[in-house]
């Protein structure tokens, strides 16, 4: 992959001298006589070569696996996917051992043709392969060897049209471009236009992003929904998952631990963080300012995995011991009450810069007023000040909220993972970020409700979150235009 | 006025200093917003000072580490039979082949010295840690010429005597603990006493791979520090010039119409969104679609870059902004194209910010952890990733499974054994030190470069 693209970088760098030099040439070596300076000349021709090909070997990789993957799918007996239960392990075994095939070939144990003729009365390619590292899970039947050895030759053969197709366009791009050069070819136009469709394109990157998330969140909630019926899921109140099948996978319990613990990382966070913006726009000194508020900042930029296992290894068993166990409230130290706690330390910045900002833009002539009608300085703050900032500092809750909805790292480690609807604040519950990560992590096989939920499980949590978002930021930003 | 002159001057009661009860309750209910203010501040900088003294607190012991030093007779008919130092024939001496001769010269050492200790040969061998023989082992097939000599080396202790220098494990623990008997404990403090065993500093715990659960001591984070610079490289070279490129667009060349609208829209939303959901989404994407490896560092930035793009628009934006059309219009006088104007005078202008916006990305970037959870980075991996990877049929470049910092420590604190929460600690000590340069470099170079129009 390097050396391909090095490859047209070369060409590409060729392209440049011969370009410039031609479009010189052309002119008689007086680059006054040039449209545009030298440079772009050069610079259209490397453009012309390189990315053409460039676009064409980035689809292509997308696109290969997939044709090679279905062409493959197809070539398999019906007679044999229908023995097994999943045409998908098949195929991941086929791909393995087409894999296994490229290490040993490789490390010199068989040669290509010899892969190629291999034969599955030859009962000792597993050990073979085990001997170069290469695992298989099951012997190598008759049809998924030959299933990899036609994954094999289809991959060469992908490979050597990918190579001559890019390369032809890249040569192709730097002839064409090359022979076009002269004098008065406006090169600057083109390569700016080149340019500006680059530049367009990176930034619809952003919209594919936001495309890519709801499809594939979409396509694999659809596919859950197939083999789950969506009242269960939306209204049920056990989430009892089981890999033999029978789960029950209810969204209410999980959507209660995710409001309860945001609700309690939001009481933690609103006052502590209001009222440290409003003690640093209102009361701190310049000096206490430039101290306090870069270190409470500090709490934003720390990594969530720092939170929890803050949360595993001091606040979950201080809690414990302190408040749980005397009061008789249960003795697990991982409970919303740490996950919450640890949570709302973690928003006390998000609240707090974005209250400081709203405070310091509601105009002075406000404050004066009330302090020239005798107001002392707390009370020109309750009942001038914050009932003019209020949309704003109600935005930047919401904007916290969203935070808290979807942090995952403080949960997994300091509120446990069992899903109970439950009032006590002391005991362990889970949410819908944790029961994610755990439907997906470990050997999870994509066909079954209990790996897809996770998609459902995601997708409802972005659009609660998307909802949340995009009311905090019409509230701020309403808020923020009545003093422009 | 007329009024203020039929009206008797009202006599002062008292003078005007001393507060009347009115007023001596609003200034009480001053001072006392005043302290809830002070306290807020107060309790944001001290919970951020509890955070890392816990850390610090944890996580420092596994900067040090325990070893015993004795001579060790490396004996020649177990370790090569046949004495041809032939390396294929010696390396057919298991890791467990060599577990006897450690023990065997730890014995002999014992009684030569006259320490008395009331253990068997076993248990004896159990001090020493698991890894041990595996390192001996490797030293020895690198280097054939140490078989028949008595060589001096440093050895790693198991986890739990280490644990007992660092006071993780007492005398009344150790008796109810399988792993480790009293007996032990008393010979290692002899030893210690002696200068025999001693804790000192350990490289190998930023150099080595990771180990298996029943091994702390031996645990490391080389392979989780190169996973994540491998993806810290993939995030800056696509991140940086994508969302230099997009801000670009946006900031100086984009019309006002819908889809200018629909990607600011989008690009606003997408720094919100929660990092979990470009989990699911490189998971869907790159891994089940596209078919890349699991675990790989590839996959990892990738999506990382995608979790990064939005902040470096808007950080890039910003300072695209801050600078003064004055200088877009200069150059646009002189005879400029719009494109000129933009990346040779606008573009440098605005380096530093776009820098310091990318470093702050980047920053992010290399702490997150969730999304990579659902790629499968969590994976146990004891080989370093090549940069370029050997298998043909995978993509090639950084496709190797590899590990990174914070996943690490996640899976650190999913393992049973205690010691681990220590190298937990330490691998985010690690981390945080990390971060702290990267957010250094970030100040200093808006310091450096910061310019005022």
């Given at each position: 992959m390097l050396w391909i693209l090095s490859v047209i970088a070369g060409l590409g760098l060729l392209g440049f001298l011969l370009g410039r030099g031609r479009a010189v040439a052309s002119a008689g070596g007086d680059v006054?006589?040039?449209?545009?300076?030298p440079t772009y000349y050069g610079l259209n021709v490397t453009l012309l070569t390189m990315v053409p090909a460039v676009l064409v070997l980035g689809i292509w990789l997308i696109i290969q696996p997939i044709v090679i993957n279905n062409a493959v799918t197809a070539s398999l007996p019906a007679d044999y996917l229908a023995q097994t239960d999943n045409p998908a392990l098949v195929m991941t075994e086929v791909r393995r051992l087409a894999s296994g095939f490229d290490v040993a070939v490789e490390r010199g144990l068989f040669t290509n043709p010899e892969v190629a003729t291999l034969?599955?009365?030859?009962?000792?390619i597993r050990d073979q392969l085990a001997g170069i590292g290469v695992a298989l899970g099951a012997d190598v039947s008759t049809e998924v060897l030959a299933a990899a050895q036609q994954f094999r030759v289809l991959a060469v053969t992908g490979r050597t049209w990918m190579l001559v197709v890019v390369f032809a366009l890249a040569v192709a791009g730097l002839g064409y471009a090359f022979l076009r050069t002269?004098?008065?070819?406006r090169a600057r136009n083109s390569v700016e236009r080149a340019i500006l469709g680059i530049l367009i394109a990176a930034s619809t990157l952003a919209i594919l992003t936001t495309v890519g998330i709801v499809l594939s969140m979409l396509w694999d909630t659809r596919n859950f929904f197939q083999l789950y019926p969506w009242q269960d899921f939306f209204f049920g109140l056990e989430w009892r998952p089981s890999f033999e099948g029978g789960?029950?996978?209810?969204?209410i319990p999980l959507l209660w631990g995710t409001m309860y613990i945001s609700f309690i990382a939001l009481l933690v966070a609103a006052p502590i963080g209001l009222f440290a913006a409003i003690y640093m726009a209102e009361y701190a000194s310049g000096r206490v300012r430039s101290v306090a508020k870069p270190l409470i900042e500090v709490l934003a930029g720390i990594p969530t995995i720092v939170y929890g296992l803050f949360a595993l290894i001091t606040v979950g068993p201080m809690l414990r011991d302190y408040f749980a166990q005397p009061l008789g409230?249960?003795?697990?130290?991982?409970s919303v009450m740490t996950a919450g706690i640890v949570m709302g330390i973690m928003l006390i910045p998000f609240v707090s810069s974005l209250s400081d900002d709203i405070i310091n833009a509601v105009p002075q002539s406000l404050r004066d007023g009330s302090y020239g009608l005798g107001a002392t300085r707390s009370e020109t703050i309750k009942q001038v000040i914050l009932p003019a900032a209020l949309p704003g500092i109600v935005g930047a809750v919401l904007l916290a909220a969203s935070r808290a909805i979807g942090e995952t790292m403080i949960v997994v480690l300091g509120a446990g993972a069992a899903a109970r609807l439950d009032l006590n604040p002391f005991e362990a519950m889970t949410t819908v970020t944790v029961k994610i990560v755990g439907q997906l992590?470990?050997?999870?096989?994509?066909?079954?409700p209990e790996a897809l939920v996770a998609f459902a499980l995601g997708l409802t949590l972005f659009v609660i979150t998307l909802c949340l978002n995009i009311v905090a930021l019409v509230v701020v930003r309403k808020y923020r235009e009545q003093y422009d | 006025m007329t009024d203020a002159v039929n009206t008797p001057a009202a006599t002062p009661?008292?003078?005007?200093?001393?507060?009347?009860a009115r007023t001596s309750r609003r200034n009480r209910s001053e001072k006392r917003f005043r302290a809830y203010g002070m306290a807020a501040v107060g309790i944001g900088i001290l919970a951020l000072i509890v955070l890392l003294i816990s850390i610090l607190g944890n996580g420092l012991s596994a900067f040090k580490q325990t070893y015993i030093s004795y001579p060790l007779e490396l004996t020649e008919e177990r370790l090569?039979?046949?004495?041809?130092?032939d390396p294929g024939e010696m390396a057919r001496v298991t890791t467990f082949g060599y577990l006897p001769v450690l023990a065997m010269s730890l014995e002999a050492w014992l009684e030569a010295e006259g320490i008395e200790h009331e253990m068997g040969g076993r248990e004896l061998a159990a001090m020493?840690?698991?890894e041990a023989p595996a390192q001996i082992r490797a030293m020895v097939l690198a280097?054939?010429?140490?078989?028949?000599q008595t060589i001096d080396v440093q050895i790693l202790l198991g986890g739990r005597i280490d644990g007992f220098f660092k006071g993780r494990v007492t005398m009344e623990t150790a008796e109810r603990d399988?792993?480790?008997?009293v007996n032990q404990l008393l010979l290692a403090q002899t030893l210690a006493e002696r200068g025999d065993v001693v804790t000192r500093f350990n490289w190998d715990f930023i150099t080595w791979p990771d180990a298996s659960g029943?091994?702390?001591?031996?645990?490391?984070?080389g392979v989780a520090i190169i996973g994540s610079l491998y993806m810290m490289i993939v995030v800056l070279v696509l991140a940086l010039p994508i969302g230099v490129a997009a801000s670009i667009y946006l900031e100086e060349?984009?019309?006002?119409n819908r889809l200018t609208d629909l990607i600011e829209v989008n690009i606003s939303n997408l720094a919100a969104v929660p990092s979990i959901v470009y989990g699911i989404l490189g998971l869907a994407?790159?891994?089940?679609?596209?078919?890349?490896?699991?675990?790989s560092p590839l996959v990892g930035g990738l999506v990382l870059t995608l979790m990064t793009l939005p902040t470096i628009i808007i950080a890039t934006r910003a300072s695209l902004r801050a600078v003064p059309p004055s200088i877009r219009q200069a150059a646009l006088g002189l005879g400029a194209s719009k494109m000129q104007s933009v990346f040779h005078h606008v573009l440098p202008l605005a380096m530093p910010g776009i820098l310091t916006g990318t470093i702050i990305g980047l920053a992010q970037a290399l702490g997150e952890t969730a999304p990579l959870l659902l790629i499968g980075m969590v994976a146990f991996v004891r080989e370093y990733p090549d940069?370029?990877?050997?298998?043909?049929?995978?993509?090639?470049?950084?496709?190797d499974g590899a590990t990174a910092l914070p996943v690490q420590v996640y899976s650190w604190t999913q393992?049973?054994?205690?010691a681990f929460v220590e190298r937990a600690s330490g691998a985010i000590i690690v981390l945080l030190i990390f971060l702290l340069i990267m957010n250094a470099i970030a100040i200093l170079l808006r310091r450096r470069f910061e310019r005022r129009w």
């Open positions: 006054r006589l040039l449209h545009s300076l034969d599955v009365t030859d009962d000792t002269n004098k008065d070819q789960s029950e996978l209810g969204l409230l249960g003795d697990s130290s991982s992590t470990g050997d999870t096989d994509f066909s079954s | 009661e008292r003078s005007l200093f001393a507060a009347d090569d039979p046949d004495g041809n130092r020493l840690s698991e280097n054939p010429d140490l078989i028949g399988r792993n480790v008997s029943s091994r702390p001591e031996a645990a490391g984070l060349f984009a019309p006002t994407v790159f891994i089940n679609f596209m078919e890349f490896n699991q675990s940069l370029v990877s050997s298998h043909s049929n995978s993509f090639p470049l950084m496709g393992r049973s054994d205690p």
